[in-house]
């Protein structure tokens, strides 16, 4: 009955009876996603209808009505076979200004045509393969970003921006070849990123340094969607970055690595706002040449480094306060400022302390920190303070316990392949990849399965090189380390004899040699 009573009115009706009856229908139907099959083909009439309405010289208000109704519609995928042509298509480009060479934002009264018009095409887009090849003919995602260009310094037109983004996203995951469209003609790398320069009023300091207001107002929650849409289409736009780096990119990606850096060291509205925009930032963090990501970590300023050294001056009875002094300040290690490195291991702490969806949630920044630690000196060091402090407790399993050291063990053991061997390799990474290191940390029944895939169980070191660091044995663990003889690998001499595995391999080792084929 909704349907008839609106579509005899917009097929018979005046704009402003139009108005009326279709408020209706959207306030009526404005949480529906799943639509009476009973009547698809009077959704399908009442989608035509609004077409041919929008056509006319209507006033605003009207036009928005008709676009509000039509966004609801658009979510049923079997309506939208019919009314998906190139025609309709160009409307809807019309109404959200995408087709304007000029500038097109002057009018305020004309935004919620523009948003209404922008989140009809998300949906038509998302929901209709004959849309997203109609986006390619008709170029969108250039007339996108021309959009995106005449938004990205101006006030008060966030919800522009951000469907715009959500758009370009939806666009650059449906087709590889809009990624590429973006990445090269499009110039979407260095677009994107100042979009997220604008969402986060970042001033800069240096080159890749942006003055950070730890006391500032968390983002509003309009530049924080907006924010999360453009990393999100950012990531499209880099997935495959570190197969195809050149050199000559290199200052670009550090620029958004600065910017995501930034990112990580600011609030959304909300608890939950801030997870999103550091879980998107993360994603496209992994997608950055491991090479640029030294712009993570920067040289304290001189009021930082003044507070560091006194602090450390303090006498060594008062570590506890020197610890919260330099937290509350800033995480400073060996002149270097580690607060974003020192954010994505507490990320990474509160996903492990979820216990769930570790696959997507987990080993991103897992990955990342490993990539960073493999390649950057001073975030393993970090890191490895953080993560493996010198070891004062021997008594207990090394999987037993409530620090990250504890948890990240735990996951040596996990169920999922993948979740296994990154957090493995994490720890492996932190000790350099020395096995004798490892097995300090985790335990040789943890850690089997990693020496294992690496054939290390007899011992040895990885295949990357990694400076020498001092002795971090503390009294308690070079007392109990003579202990530890009591748990060694063990293996089956050839006489069918239980021996140390070392000792094993190299019995079986000196037979294969002495052995020949006398045929």
Same mark, same amino acid.
């Given at each position: 009955?909704?349907?008839?009573?609106?579509?005899?009115?917009v097929?018979?009706?005046?704009?402003?009876?139009?108005e009326?009856?279709?408020?209706?229908?959207?306030?009526?139907?404005?949480a529906?996603?799943?639509?009476?099959?009973?009547?698809?083909?009077?959704r399908?009439?009442?989608?035509?209808?609004?077409f041919?309405?929008?056509v006319?010289?209507?006033?605003?208000?009207c036009?928005?009505s008709c676009?509000?109704?039509?966004?609801i519609?658009?979510?049923?995928?079997k309506?939208?076979?019919?009314?998906?042509?190139?025609?309709n298509?160009?409307?809807l480009?019309?109404?959200?200004?995408?087709?304007?060479?000029?500038d097109?934002?002057?009018?305020?009264?004309?935004?919620?045509?523009?948003v209404?018009?922008l989140?009809c095409?998300c949906?038509?887009v998302f929901?209709?393969?004959?849309?997203?090849?109609?986006?390619?003919?008709?170029?969108?995602?250039?007339?996108l970003?021309?959009?995106?260009r005449?938004?990205?310094d101006?006030?008060?037109?966030?919800?522009?921006k951000?469907?715009d983004?959500?758009?370009l996203f939806?666009?650059?995951?449906?087709h590889?070849d809009?990624?590429?469209?973006?990445?090269?003609?499009?110039?979407?790398?260095?677009?994107?990123?100042?979009?997220?320069e604008?969402? *986060?009023?970042i !001033?800069?300091t +240096?080159?890749?340094e #942006?003055?950070?207001?730890?006391?500032? /107002?968390? %983002?509003s929650?309009?530049e924080?969607d907006?924010?999360i849409?453009a990393?999100k289409?950012?990531?499209?736009?880099?997935v495959?970055?570190w197969?195809v780096?050149?050199e000559?990119?290199?200052?670009?990606?550090?620029?958004?690595?600065?910017?995501?850096?930034?990112?990580?060291?600011?609030v959304g509205p909300?608890?939950?706002k801030?997870?999103?925009?550091?879980?998107?930032a993360?994603?496209?963090?992994?997608?950055?040449?491991?090479?640029?990501?030294?712009?993570?970590?920067c040289?304290?300023?001189?009021?930082?480094?003044?507070?560091?050294a006194?602090?450390?001056?303090?006498?060594s009875?008062?570590?506890?306060e020197?610890?919260?002094?330099?937290?509350?300040n800033t995480?400073?290690?060996?002149g270097?400022?580690?607060?974003?490195?020192?954010?994505?291991?507490? *990320?990474?702490? !509160?996903r492990? +302390?979820?216990?769930? #969806?570790?696959?997507e949630?987990?080993? /991103?920044? %897992?990955?990342?920190l490993?990539?960073?630690?493999?390649?950057?000196?001073n975030?393993r060091?970090?890191?490895k303070?953080?993560?493996?402090?010198?070891?004062?407790?021997?008594?207990?399993?090394?999987?037993v316990?409530?620090?990250?050291?504890?948890k990240l063990?735990r996951?040596?053991?996990?169920?999922?392949?993948?979740?296994?061997?990154?957090?493995a390799?994490?720890?492996?990474v932190l000790?350099k990849?020395?096995?004798?290191?490892?097995?300090?940390?985790?335990?040789?029944?943890n850690?089997?399965?990693?020496?294992?895939?690496?054939?290390?169980?007899?011992?040895?070191?990885?295949?990357?090189?990694?400076?020498?660091d001092?002795?971090?044995?503390?009294?308690?663990?070079?007392?109990?380390k003579?202990?530890?003889?009591?748990?060694?690998?063990?293996?089956?001499?050839?006489?069918?004899?239980?021996?140390?595995l070392e000792?094993?391999?190299t019995?079986?080792s000196?037979?294969?040699?002495?052995?020949?084929?006398?045929?």
């Amino acid at each position: 009955m909704d349907e008839e009573r609106a579509l005899y009115i917009v097929r018979a009706g005046e704009a402003g009876a139009i108005e009326r009856v279709l408020r209706d229908y959207s306030d009526k139907h404005r949480a529906t996603f799943k639509f009476e099959s009973t009547d698809e083909e009077k959704r399908k009439k009442l989608c035509e209808g609004i077409f041919k309405v929008l056509v006319k010289d209507i006033p605003t208000t009207c036009q928005v009505s008709c676009l509000e109704v039509l966004r609801i519609l658009s979510r049923d995928k079997k309506i939208l076979v019919p009314v998906t042509t190139k025609e309709n298509m160009q409307i809807l480009l019309r109404l959200a200004k995408l087709n304007e060479s000029d500038d097109c934002l002057e009018k305020v009264s004309e935004f919620p045509v523009i948003v209404e018009s922008l989140k009809c095409l998300c949906n038509i887009v998302f929901n209709s393969q004959m849309a997203q090849q109609l986006s390619l003919d008709l170029n969108l995602a250039a007339k996108l970003c021309n959009l995106l260009r005449k938004c990205k310094d101006r006030k008060f037109i966030s919800d522009i921006k951000c469907f715009d983004l959500r758009l370009l996203f939806l666009l650059s995951l449906l087709h590889t070849d809009i990624r590429s469209q973006l990445r090269y003609e499009l110039q979407g790398l260095p677009l994107l990123t100042q979009i997220l320069e604008s969402a *986060f009023s970042i !001033k800069w300091t +240096d080159e890749y340094e #942006s003055a950070i207001d730890h006391n500032g /107002p968390p %983002l509003s929650p309009q530049e924080t969607d907006c924010a999360i849409e453009a990393l999100k289409a950012l990531f499209n736009v880099t997935v495959d970055s570190w197969k195809v780096h050149k050199e000559s990119d290199s200052h670009q990606f550090r620029v958004m690595a600065a910017v995501l850096r930034h990112c990580l060291l600011i609030v959304g509205p909300t608890e939950d706002k801030t997870e999103e925009l550091h879980s998107n930032a993360v994603n496209l963090l992994s997608n950055v040449p491991v090479s640029c990501l030294d712009v993570l970590i920067c040289p304290l300023t001189h009021e930082e480094t003044a507070q560091e050294a006194t602090t450390l001056d303090e006498p060594s009875d008062k570590t506890a306060e020197k610890e919260t002094a330099l937290e509350n300040n800033t995480m400073a290690y060996n002149g270097m400022n580690m607060e974003a490195i020192h954010v994505l291991l507490s *990320f990474m702490e !509160k996903r492990i +302390d979820k216990g769930s #969806s570790y696959r997507e949630g987990l080993t /991103p920044v %897992l990955s990342l920190l490993t990539e960073c630690s493999r390649a950057h000196r001073n975030i393993r060091k970090f890191l490895k303070d953080q993560v493996l402090p010198p070891l004062r407790d021997v008594t207990n399993r090394p999987e037993v316990g409530s620090t990250v050291r504890n948890k990240l063990v735990r996951l040596m053991t996990h169920v999922d392949l993948g979740v296994k061997q990154i957090a493995a390799e994490f720890l492996f990474v932190l000790c350099k990849e020395r096995v004798d290191s490892l097995l300090k940390y985790t335990g040789y029944g943890n850690a089997a399965g990693l020496l294992a895939a690496r054939g290390l169980l007899a011992g040895g070191r990885g295949d990357n090189w990694y400076s020498e660091d001092e002795d971090t044995d503390t009294e308690e663990y070079k007392n109990a380390k003579p202990k530890e003889e009591l748990l060694k690998p063990m293996g089956l001499k050839p006489d069918g004899t239980v021996t140390p595995l070392e000792e094993a391999l190299t019995q079986y080792s000196v037979i294969e040699d002495t052995s020949s084929d006398t045929d």
